[in-house]
């Protein structure tokens, strides 16, 4: 895999006191795949094309950024796509549902009950003998393939820049354990620290050894479970009033579900002194098609000049 081209930007802002902030823009990375998912699902389209599969499968939910960049990477590759979507058929679609669907992907609605099962093994045995033809992605594309390619990604940002920390927004824990295991593969001494977007977090601590454990595994990581604003999707005022915020000051919009959490999250524990001293890199993920989930926010920041979904 060629990694795409790294834009850093320096971040100055009043209330870092002594840390130094910089934020990797993945969400600038052009194409079909870009932000994380272009460490993380791009290996995995790309595996599932060399192995001759014509479909790739996976599961999200009605804003999924991953089933909207699993529908346009596999349109651009040639391949069909199909996502498991956690709701009911005939519910009206969500703009990224109907943005994957426009890219040719086949809609399967799961009930609740059904979608909680999307990890046990009997579940995705049946699922596979319906679909046979199909290449399967775990939700999120977190598997060894996916944390494969974010650990390319930590090698080059051990090897180009010199931080002290890399922080990112965690959700499956893929990203984490990738770009920790690249960190301490290139010999850098950065620590990795995954910001949970959900609520309870605290299972990541085990998903990220569990994906290591196929790869390599390495001690330089944490992950902070105390800025997940409510839980998964959860918008408070708060977070909504940082984004807007940050846009002001740095014309960078973020969205609410990942990279808007972990520089809320990060931004707080700085104040709180937890970064004294230090550099910090922090990872934009991408996924600012989300943003249309919370259209009062999208309309503040539009009406300040953010037009990245026109």
């Known amino acids: 895999m060629n990694s795409p081209p790294l ?28 932000g994380n998912k272009c ?5 995995n389209l790309q595996q599932a094309r060399a192995l001759g599969y014509r479909k790739v499968a996976s599961f999200g939910g009605a804003w999924s ?8 990477g596999g349109a651009a590759l040639g391949l069909g796509t199909l996502g498991f979507v956690r709701g009911d058929d005939g519910q009206a679609l969500t703009p990224m549902l109907r943005d994957a669907k426009e890219c040719g992907m086949e809609l399967v609605f799961l009930s609740r009950a059904d979608y909680r099962l999307r990890g046990d093994e009997q579940f995705l045995k049946f699922l596979a003998e319906q679909y046979p033809d199909a290449y399967w992605i775990p939700e999120g594309g977190s598997n060894a393939t996916g944390v494969s390619g974010c650990i390319e990604l930590g ?19 893929g990203t984490l ?3 920790a295991r690249g960190l301490e593969e290139a010999g850098g001494a950065a620590q990795a620290v995954g910001y949970s977007v959900l ?12 994906f290591q454990a196929a790869c390599g595994a390495s001690d330089n990581w944490s992950v ?41 999250g990060l931004f707080r524990d700085i104040e709180a002194g937890a970064y ?20 009062a926010l999208l309309a503040n920041l539009t009406e300040m000049g953010f037009q990245g979904l026109q």
């Open 7 to 34: 834009t850093l930007h320096l971040v100055s802002d009043e209330r870092l006191g002594n840390v130094t902030l910089s934020l990797c823009r993945l969400d600038l990375i052009a194409g079909p795949v870009g």
């Open 39 to 43: 460490f993380k699902l791009l290996p």
């Open 65 to 72: 950024n991953h089933l909207d960049a699993l529908a346009r």
């Open 155 to 173: 090698r080059e940002l051990a090897a180009e820049h010199a931080f002290d920390c890399v922080a990112l927004p965690c959700g499956t824990g």
């Open 177 to 179: 354990a990738g770009v």
């Open 199 to 210: 609520k309870p977090g605290d299972f990541l601590r085990e998903a990220v050894g569990e």
């Open 224 to 264: 902070v479970t105390a800025h997940h604003g409510g839980g998964y999707a959860r918008c408070p005022q708060g977070l909504a009033d940082f984004i807007e915020d940050f846009y002001r000051r740095h014309g960078i919009a973020l969205d609410p579900v990942y990279s808007g959490k972990l520089m809320w």
């Open 276 to 295: 004294s001293g230090k550099s910090v890199l922090a990872l934009h993920t991408g996924g600012l098609q989300g943003l249309r989930g919370y259209p």
